[in-house]
């Protein structure tokens, strides 16, 4: 019989059992190898985390478990370690010199299943193979245990304090499904039998763009406190969905909202300092506003997006923190000049101003971008897959409205701006590599905050570097081209911050930074987008430079979520690179100019200044930060159903990773699939 | 005996090298790993420890020459260089590597240049007994009999 072949094979574990090993340093490596040899398991071998990755995701069934250390070149090892969680669900062991206690914490709130200290000790490595059993008992409890949902869910939902992986958690949990199994004995057998025994593995859903769609909406509806797995899978009403795979997809989403907001929180500062716009902006292009952005051809989008991000359940969601530190980040002289651009006749002070409001903290865009990362969260979250379609959206609705950027992914690294830099981007691109950054700022929100620096920078220096429309936007909104009223903001916020460079550092300083560099650590990947020049690059490495730190969900000395901080690394941001030149050309400005979405930003009170800026930025920061998440889960969903959940992420993360190192188009891509428009998203008024 | 010689040999030469701290308990279990299927397992982790040590001892020396020292960057080769000690049994330079990372914390570039003259004083002792130990290993084997062990 085919259940008793399968226990036949089942009895064998853990020899057998397929180990994967990540370890940068080679003599450790060939140790840990020699060693699970010696415990009987398969072993492979890589020094790369990139490359382990590439292996799960060739299969996802090809290993059984992961080890790995933390102190990598490639990729921080927490990193992979979130990546290997949210994507395959793989039980990851943590390895690593280091056992002080924080980091073990860090570890094991990342989700790994055990920390183990090197030089680890055979005895150890003998254990191993309990925490794939423990995670696949736990797995099948949850399938099988329909009476128990509830308190099923009650686990679930203690456990989705991040701390899931944690062996008392899985403990604890098992142990609780274990009593209330009892009371369902028969169905649990009848179901384990009906499952595939043998390997204990249910068969995973994918979580496509269509269904992550549902399941988000029956989040929303219900309330994300409220939301317990039973009655989300009620109201997706979808066939061969059990409840166990919405409740495991609950928890990493909650995870994910817990991520979203805390660097939310910080880039609400940054948001709020730009005027809320920068956000909003950031979250559109995040969401889907990219999608639509382009799609509509420019400024126009802009309001559309923003209209369609209100209706999204999302700005609820935005934590009050974030929207504190948004209004706390308004006024800045930036916002004056914001004020100023307003008053011009020129069309494009409208948007300018909408786009002022958002850029006018100038410094603050950074931390708007911060704020905004979100989108950034897509390594961690599959969805970022989905990115990479929007990608060649982006070139629709840019081409018509100059925003070419949006193809070129650039901007979306630089994601400051929303497709209005981008485009200025786009046409800058001539002119620069730093062109390529801000183009990056305007495409994804999340990137907007990494970029925004150095897009902030960038424009500076354009401007000083004499770029007609700079000068003019500075002063005042006379610059013809509408692209000049949106770099305004920028250049004025050069201006009056003196250097953007410097400016972003104090900026950075802040506590928003954290965000930023995370971001900016996502970010650095778009920027080697394909119209990102050399320069681009550079700035990138150079600011990028060092680890970023994620907002911790739980603590705060997370690394940076996003896979590409390690390899942003090499990306080295340099945000004060004021030599960046901003070359945005102004014809991008001018498209923002018809944007009409701007223009309702701008009446908000952008002109009036700083305190409605705030308001328009909280509203805008909330939303922003709301739509990124939303963006973020939803992006998946929006994708043309190519993308799979997991599937999906895959290949942005690793096209991230790649195309940190080649193209920027990755991040760009990724950004994109963030952005994807939202469908709900109604139009911005204006 | 020749034999009996060469072991008595092997043991009066590689148990001081555990007494001193030059090898701990770890490079036991090195040995304890080598068997049928992995015959030379000892020798190919000992050769890789030599070649990355040295790489890692250049760079170090490279590093910590700029005028600008890049403290990152040292920490980081430290870093790997006392992981792979502590892998091999190498004691005594696993604890001149923790000691240096203290001063990269510190961005003392002084005590980084004591502690990497230290590291390199340490590598070359141990690479040195190690290599002695390896031959009179080799010198048993052809005379036929076993290694003993310090088990």
Redesign the interface.
């Known amino acids: 019989m085919i259940v008793e072949e399968r226990k036949g094979t089942r009895d064998q574990f853990p020899v057998g059992m397929r180990v994967l090993a990540v370890d940068d340093n080679p003599i450790c490596l060939k140790l840990l190898e020699a060693l699970l040899v010696r415990c009987q398991y398969k072993v492979t071998t890589t020094d790369k985390a990139i490359t382990a990755l590439n292996m799960m995701r060739e299969n996802r069934n090809k290993f059984d478990l992961v080890i790995s250390d933390v102190h990598m070149p490639d990729m921080d090892g927490f990193k992979l370690l979130e990546l290997v969680g949210l994507e395959m669900d793989l039980p990851v062991i943590m390895l690593s010199a280091n056992g002080e206690t924080q980091t073990v914490m860090k570890g094991i709130s990342h989700g790994a299943c055990d920390y183990l200290l090197k030089p680890v000790r055979i005895e150890e490595l003998r254990n191993i193979w309990q925490h794939v059993i423990r995670r696949r008992k736990f797995e099948k409890s949850c399938c099988t245990d329909s009476d128990n949902r509830d308190d099923g869910l009650k686990v679930l939902a203690n456990s989705e304090d991040g701390h899931w992986a944690a062996d008392d958690h899985n403990g604890k949990i098992t142990k609780k499904r274990k009593d209330q199994s009892e009371a369902d004995e028969d169905d649990s057998e009848d179901n384990i039998e009906n499952d595939d025994p043998s390997s204990q593995k249910k068969p995973r859903v994918v979580w496509t763009i269509e269904l992550h769609r549902k399941f988000v909406a029956a989040v929303n509806q219900l309330g994300i406190d409220k939301a317990v797995p039973k009655k989300i899978l009620d109201l997706m009403n979808v066939e061969n969905l059990t409840r166990e795979n919405v409740a495991s997809h609950l928890q990493k989403y909650r995870l994910y909202l817990k991520r979203l907001s805390v660097v939310a929180g910080q880039q609400a500062s940054m948001v709020a300092a730009v005027g809320g716009r920068n956000s909003s902006y950031l979250n559109m292009a995040s969401l889907n506003g990219f999608r639509n952005y382009y799609a509509i051809g420019g400024s126009r989008q802009l309001p559309t997006v923003l209209g369609s991000l209100q209706p999204t359940g999302v700005l609820g969601r935005m934590n009050s923190s974030s929207t504190l530190a948004m209004q706390g980040l308004l006024p800045s002289p930036t916002v004056q000049l914001c004020g100023m651009h307003k008053s011009t006749s020129n069309p494009c002070n409208t948007d300018l101003g909408r786009i002022q409001g958002i850029v006018a903290p100038g410094n603050r865009q950074m931390n708007l971008l911060h704020g905004v990362p979100m989108n950034l969260e897509p390594e961690q979250f599959p969805q970022l897959k989905l990115l990479q379609e929007p990608r060649n959206q982006l070139p629709a609705g840019f081409s018509d409205s100059g925003f070419t950027v949006g193809p070129k992914s650039n901007s979306f690294p630089i994601g400051t701006t929303n497709p209005l830099f981008v485009q200025a981007h786009e046409q800058h691109n001539r002119t620069g590599g730093l062109q390529n950054h801000s183009v990056k700022m305007s495409s994804s929100s999340s990137e907007l905050l990494d970029f925004n620096l150095q897009d902030i920078s960038q424009f500076t220096s354009n401007n000083r570097s004499g770029d007609g429309s700079w000068q003019g936007a500075s002063g005042s909104t006379e610059d013809p081209t509408s692209s000049l009223s949106i770099l305004a903001p920028f250049g004025n916020i050069a201006l009056s911050s003196g250097n953007i460079g410097a400016n972003i550092s104090s900026v950075t300083t802040h506590a928003v930074t954290k965000p930023f560099d995370e971001f900016a650590n996502t970010m650095a990947a778009p920027l080697h987008d394909a119209i990102t020049n050399n320069n681009i690059n550079n700035h990138v490495r150079s600011l990028n430079g060092n680890t970023m730190a994620m907002p911790p969900v739980h603590d705060d000395s997370r690394p940076s979520n996003f896979s590409l901080d390690n390899s942003i690394q090499s990306w080295d941001y340099s945000i004060n690179s004021n030599t960046v030149s901003s070359r945005y050309s102004n014809p991008l400005l001018s498209k923002l100019r018809t944007d009409e979405a701007t223009a309702r930003f701008h009446s908000s009170g952008i002109a009036v200044g700083e305190k409605n800026l705030g308001a328009t930025a909280v509203v805008q920061g909330n939303f922003g930060t709301s739509l990124v998440r939303q963006d973020c889960m939803i992006d998946r969903s929006t994708v043309d159903g190519q993308l799979k959940f997991k599937g999906g992420y895959e290949s942005e993360n690793s096209r991230l990773h790649s195309g940190i190192n080649s193209n920027g188009s990755c991040l760009a891509d990724v950004v994109n699939s963030m952005v994807k428009p939202v469908s709900t998203f109604s139009v911005f008024p204006g | 005996m020749e034999l009996a010689n060469l072991q008595r040999r092997y043991l009066d030469f590689t148990s001081p090298l555990f007494h001193e701290g030059i090898l701990d308990n ?1 490079f036991t ?2 040995q304890q ?1 080598q068997d049928e299927s ?1 015959p030379e ?1 000892v020798l ?2 000992v050769t ?2 030599f070649d ?1 040590s040295e790489k890692l001892l250049n760079e170090l020396t490279r590093t910590l020459d700029q005028q600008v020292v890049d403290f ?1 960057k040292v920490d ?1 080769h430290v ?2 260089f ?3 000690s ?4 190498a004691q005594r330079v696993k604890n001149v590597c923790m000691a240096f990372r203290n001063y990269c914390e510190e961005m003392d570039q002084e005590g980084c240049l004591t502690c990497l003259q230290q590291l390199k004083q340490e590598y070359f002792l141990v690479k040195n007994k190690l290599e002695t130990l390896f031959k009179l290993e080799q010198q048993i084997v052809a005379a036929g009999g076993s290694i003993p062990m310090m088990w």
Not at chain 2, 86 to 89: E, F, L, Q, V
Request: avoid cysteine; proline fraction near 0%; charge should be neutral.
């Open positions: 770890q279990q090195l790993l992995n397992f190919e982790v890789l420890f990355d990152k980081a870093h790997q006392k992981g792979s502590a892998s091999i049994g």
